[in-house]
């Protein structure tokens, strides 16, 4: 079946610091690929998005890139800021519209 | 845009009484909406998935008899927490796709504590 692996955390960097967070995943065919980010007290907001094998989603200085050679969709941002600290899911649809399958998240805690 | 709302944000009952959350579009239709379940430091996943003016598709090994869902018009699905037992304690998320789009958009979700 369909699913999202994602580093576990907590990640603590400091602030500027250079930020990758892995997500692997298992699917059939050509899925979506996502980037949602929850902070304290909020709903989910989609950070960032590709379609296709080799899109780069890109939003607020985080990127991350469709690699479909290595079922991969990792998340990257040059210099973290304070305001980044939230926690951060990947996660896939196989169509769509379709419910999304999430990864487990991962906590990034920055400090100055 | 695409603002979606749940109510109430947090709620304790007791053991065996029934819950009701609410998952609101505020400025968007949305005929289908999502219901997620989410455990401390573990991932969303999905329970049931809401259409209005059907019934609503459950996910393997979700009771629908015990969490009623209920999609009466294309702004506004709920979910009833039936019987309510200190298991279902959790954080309970919905997502509303919009029809012009298909883009999903997340409420903040409700932290149910059953005692």
């Known amino acids: 079946g369909n699913s999202v692996t994602q580093m576990e955390g907590p990640v603590t960097l400091s602030e500027e610091a250079f930020l990758t967070i892995n997500c692997t995943y298992t699917?059939?065919?050509?899925?979506?690929l996502f980037w949602y980010v929850q902070y304290p007290g909020e709903g989910l907001q989609l950070l960032l998005k590709?379609?296709?094998?080799?899109d780069k989603g890109s939003n607020k200085g985080f990127e991350a890139t469709y690699r479909k050679e290595t079922t991969s969709f990792h998340l990257e941002k040059g210099s973290v800021q304070v305001s980044d600290s939230a926690v951060y899911f990947c996660a896939l649809n196989n169509q769509a519209g379709t419910a999304l399958i999430f990864g487990k998240g991962t906590t990034l805690s920055v400090s100055s | 845009g695409a603002v979606v709302s749940q109510h109430p944000s947090w709620v304790i009952c007791k053991s065996g009484t029934s819950v009701k959350i609410e998952c609101r579009s505020l400025?968007?239709?949305?005929?289908?909406m999502f219901w997620y379940r989410q455990f401390p430091k573990q991932s969303l996943m999905l329970m049931a998935t809401s259409n209005e003016g059907s019934k609503a598709t459950y996910e393997q090994g979700v009771e629908k008899d015990k969490f009623l869902i209920n999609h009466a018009s294309l702004t506004l699905s709920t979910l009833t927490v039936t019987s309510a037992h200190p298991e279902d304690s959790s954080f309970y998320i919905c997502s509303a796709r919009r029809d012009s789009n298909y883009e999903q958009y997340f409420g903040p979700g409700t932290r149910l504590t059953v005692t």
């Open positions: 699917a059939t065919g050509y899925p979506s």
């Open positions: 590709a379609t296709k094998a080799d």
């Open positions: 400025d968007f239709q949305a005929t289908t």
